[in-house]
């Protein structure tokens, strides 16, 4: 079974600094994709940034970015010159490609940007 | 586009009693799932369709809990009877068929058993 976990439960950072956010995940499989998803307090769950593991280079969205270690199973989101609107809840989250295509969320870190 | 619509916002229910949430998946979204988020921890997949056939209900408390999608199109999820740890935010998403572009998800319904 595919797992995900997030080690940081909450962080807080100024706005304007750079914060990164951990994710571990175990799986067997080899191809596969990883998201970072953004939960503001409205509920609804945003894609902020996808990887797809067969591919090398790093995934990047304007100020988001992610640092991916196949090998290590680490997938850490980059957050560059912080904005107030960053604050929210972040899942870390996993799909295979093949099998059983179930997205498998890690446990959330809560992200507050102080002004 | 419109997004994934679910309703109501927030419900608030004595234990044991029933509920039911509704989900319109965005147009053309063959795959729909419902998702279970219990505060402070991330969201579990409770049943996936395709169509109007499940996919996957592994996790879904069948004793308590029951969930279709007539005609492939709308969905809704069933408690009877609620219990208190039943307590949470139900989430509906859509895809395109298996996985391609991503999930959209809506903006859930905040249950409360009291």
């Known amino acids: 079974a595919q797992t995900v976990t997030q080690s940081q439960p909450e962080m807080s950072v100024q706005e304007a600094e750079t914060v990164t956010l951990s994710c571990t995940y175990d799986?067997?499989?080899?191809?596969?994709?990883l998201f970072w998803y953004k939960q503001p307090p409205s509920r609804q769950m945003i894609l902020v940034i996808r990887?797809?593991?067969?591919?090398?280079q790093n995934a990047t969205e304007n100020r988001f970015s992610v640092n991916f270690q196949k090998a290590a199973k680490s997938f850490s989101l980059k957050i560059s010159d912080s904005q107030l609107g960053d604050t929210a809840m972040y899942f870390c989250?996993?799909?295979?490609?093949?099998?059983?295509?179930?997205?498998?969320f890690g446990q959330g870190t809560r992200l507050t940007i102080n002004p | 586009e419109a997004g994934v619509a679910q309703s109501p916002r927030y419900k608030i229910i004595e234990k044991r009693q029933s509920v039911a949430f509704w989900c319109n998946p965005i147009?053309?979204?063959?795959?729909l799932y419902w998702y279970q988020q219990i505060l402070g921890q991330g969201p579990k997949l409770l049943i996936q369709?395709?169509?109007?056939?499940?996919?996957?209900d592994s996790q879904l408390p069948k004793d308590r809990f029951s969930a279709e999608r007539l005609k492939g199109v709308d969905s809704t999820l069933k408690i009877q009877p609620a219990k208190l740890e039943d307590s949470a935010v139900y989430l509906c998403?859509?895809?395109?068929?298996?996985?391609?572009?991503?999930?959209?998800f809506g903006s859930g319904t905040r249950l409360t058993v009291v």
């Open positions: 998403a859509s895809s395109e068929g298996q996985f391609l572009g991503g999930y959209t």
């Open positions: 799986t067997s499989e080899s191809n596969y994709y």
């Open positions: 990887q797809e593991a067969y591919k090398q």
């Open positions: 989250a996993f799909i295979p490609i093949q099998g059983a295509q179930k997205l498998v």
């Open positions: 147009s053309g979204h063959a795959t």
């Open positions: 369709f395709q169509n109007n056939g499940v996919v996957d």
